[in-house]
């Protein structure tokens, strides 16, 4: 379900509109453009290019919207601050704790400015304390006017959406808000 | 995407792994290098052979006996053993050609030469004034023989350093009389040593004409004729008004050979041609198993950083970015490869020519030959798993541990 809301899949039968145009039949080059600008991913194991530093993560989806260098950097560094990591950005990703790198992880989700912000168990790997610190700038962010979409098997955390649909081998159980 | 941008990455990437990408990179630079290398030992083998012949004289063709002896009958010679050619067909030559700078007869036979003690066995040659400017012979000391020496057949001799030093040690031997078979002479001049191996001057000696028909010989015939055309560019016009004039004169094309220095030369340049292809083509292969070499490594790099492709992908890389960035890895490590291999290949040739004592030539076509080889071999071998990476599945490649 998450890969197929993220574009990474294609729907076996049904049809997928994102901000009312039909994405599910579009080609692979169509798809990676709309993941690079209507979409964010955050993702439980963060995800993070390990020989870039954290800036250069940030920078990755404005890279391949083929932004120039300089304007590149002014809005990493501006997502960095969103998340509090401003004065972490020149480190790699193995000297960042978890936290931090799910934080990276959050900021380059919203360097773009996609329409939507996925979120596939961005806790799952983190302890309870800085999980509840994510959720906050998830918060945050979604205060800020952000469509925030999040995958997760803790009730805690779902209990932190506006609108909770409960899965089953792949159908809706139930509906909350 | 700035192509600069993309270098940064792959330079990044290749970083990453320094000594992985040394060795690939290193199957790349031993084929470079031992493309330079061996082209050059082929060009410098072929720029000595060609200098060699060129030493005999510029625009040289010669003309000598053909199989049958004239007149008397007896049946077929040896080539060359058909006393055909004498002082007129030189005048012949002389009267009929218009191509011509100069023509000079020779005459020649091997004796014994003795002064005091010594002694040597070495070939003499009877000549005229134009046989050393048309040989391009210069004289070490003494001088030439004069008008009056060739007409009056002169006991005179002009000696090449090899006999100088065999019957004079380090005496001056301007003015000294050696023996030559029984007639004496009188030593006038020294050559200048000229040309190396089969067209060398050291170990033979020159009289006048006249003196070797008449008092050493005793023969009118001569061994050739040499000629030298006027200019490069009327060899062969020189080499047809020759045919037709020794026709005109012997009246049978049997009885005579024209031989053209150029051909001889485009002969040689040929072979060794041939020969630097082989070298050049034996070292390509090298350099083929470098390329596969970088393939090698593309394919295990693609598949070692499987879960950075997904990445990428999902933050919007399209198969065209991914595409670039493994193409321009390879393409970097051959590169770099080329690199390093003309570098290694300039050393290298310098060093054969060093130790090994073989004149090398580095042409800039050879360098660019195997660079531009270099760069193609990254190209072809890179873009299979460039492809492999482009076509990945972005799901398979980020669930990819």
Known sequence: MHDILGCLDRPTSGEYYLNGKLVSNLTDGELAKVRNRELGFVFQNFNLLSRSTALENVELPLFYRGMSSSQRRKRAVEALRQVGLEERMHHLPNELSGGQRQRVAIARALVGEPSMILADEPTGNLDSKTGIEIMSIFQELHAKGHTILMVTHDNTIAGYAQRVLEFFDGQIKSEAS | MKIWEIFRVALQALSANKLRSFLTTLGIIIGVAAVIIMVSIGQGANQEVVSRISAMGANLITISPGRVAARRGGGWGAR??????????????????????????????????????????????????????????????????????????????????????????????????????????????????????????????????????KRLFGTEYLNSIHVQAMSQDVIDKAVAELNMLMLQRLGDPEKFEIRNQ?????????????????????????????????????????????????????????????????LIEALLLSFLGGFVGVALGFVGSNLVSKLAGWSTVISPGAILLAFSFAAAVGIFFGIYPARKAAGLDPIDALRYE
């Open chain 2, 262 to 326: 150029q051909e001889i030369l485009d002969t040689v340049s040929q072979t060794t041609a041939t020969f630097t292809f082989l070298l050049g083509g034996v070292a390509s292969i090298a350099l083929l198993v470098g390329g596969i070499g970088i393939m090698n490594i593309m394919l295990v790099s693609v598949t070692e950083r499987t879960k950075e492709i997904g990445i990428r992908k999902a933050l919007g890389a399209t198969q065209q970015d991914i595409l670039n960035q493994f």
């Open chain 2, 80 to 213: 060359g053993s058909a006393n055909v050619l004498t002082d007129k067909e030189v005048e012949y030559i002389k009267q009929g050609n218009t191509t011509l700078k100069a023509v000079a007869p020779e005459v020649s036979q091997s004796s014994v030469l003795r002064y005091e003690g010594a002694n040597t066995f070495t070939r003499v040659y009877g000549v005229t004034r134009d046989y050393f400017t048309v040989r391009d012979y210069t004289l070490k000391a003494g001088r030439f023989f004069t008008d009056h020496e060739e007409e009056a057949a002169s006991s005179v001799v002009i000696i090449g350093e090899t006999v100088a030093e065999d019957l004079f040690d380090r005496e001056n031997p301007l003015g000294k009389e050696i023996k030559i078979g029984s007639v004496r002479a009188q030593v006038i001049g020294v050559l200048q040593p000229k040309g190396t191996g089969f067209a060398d001057n050291t170990d033979s000696v020159y009289v006048p004409i006249k003196t070797a028909q």
